[in-house]
T-cell receptor, first 115, second 113 residues
């Protein structure tokens, strides 16, 4: 079965620091990869997605993620975080092993940005 | 509506009781999904509707859980004989069939005491 690992459960950064959140998945075939964000008190929102093509994907709010097939990774990055980036971030996979409509989510990373 | 609406936002119930959780998807979205998010975990798939029928209910944990979508719009997740382990946030999402990236609702936080 597919699985998604997010190794950082809690991250605390100061404003303007750089961010990298790790995500590894288990499936070796073709997958679609996603990052979702959940701001305090709000619903899950799509941050960015990768289907194919350029492995460096740019999303909203200055976030980007890099797909490295050889490492089964899809890490999320942001060069300079802001206080408003405080949220929980979820990596997710969707692919043939998960029915092409069904997400498999990681356990999430809680990011706290100190002003 | 503009987004996916879930009611109630919070539900506290006693162990053994029956509960219904409602989801109102975005108008025109034929695909509807239920997920469950337990404390400290990511959302876990429960069931997927395409129109009125459940296309995949493989994530329902046991036969106490059931979901319907009789007219292809609003869906109700029903839990019988609730247990403390059912306490979680139940998320609903909808999408157009064949598109990736759902719109999630804000969830119903169910607490079984």
């Amino acid at each position: 079965a597919q699985s998604v690992s997010q190794h950082n459960h809690h991250v605390i950064l100061s404003e303007a620091a750089s961010l990298e959140l790790g995500c590894n998945y288990s499936y070796g075939g073709t997958v679609n990869l996603f990052w979702y964000v959940q701001y305090p008190g709000q619903h899950l929102q799509l941050l960015l997605k990768y289907f194919s093509g350029d492995p460096l994907v740019k999303g909203i709010k200055g976030f980007e993620a890099e797909f490295i097939k050889s490492k089964f990774s899809f890490n999320l990055r942001k060069p300079s975080v802001q206080w408003s980036d405080t949220a929980e971030y979820f990596c997710a996979v969707m692919g043939p092993g998960s029915g092409t409509y069904k997400y498999i989510f990681g356990t999430g990373t809680r990011l706290k940005v100190l002003a | 509506g503009a987004g996916v609406s879930q009611t109630p936002s919070n539900k506290v119930t006693e162990k053994g009781k029956y509960v219904e959780l409602r989801c109102d998807p975005i108008s025109g979205h034929t695909a509807l999904y239920w997920y469950r998010q337990s404390l400290g975990q990511g959302p876990e798939f429960l069931i997927y509707f395409q129109g009125t029928g459940a296309a995949d209910d493989s994530g329902l944990p046991n036969d106490r859980f059931f979901a319907v979508r009789p007219e292809g719009s609003v869906s109700t997740l029903k839990i019988q004989r609730t247990e403390r382990g059912d306490s979680a946030v139940y998320l609903c999402a909808s999408s157009l069939v064949g598109t990736y990236g759902y719109t999630f609702g804000s969830g119903t936080r169910l607490t079984v005491v």
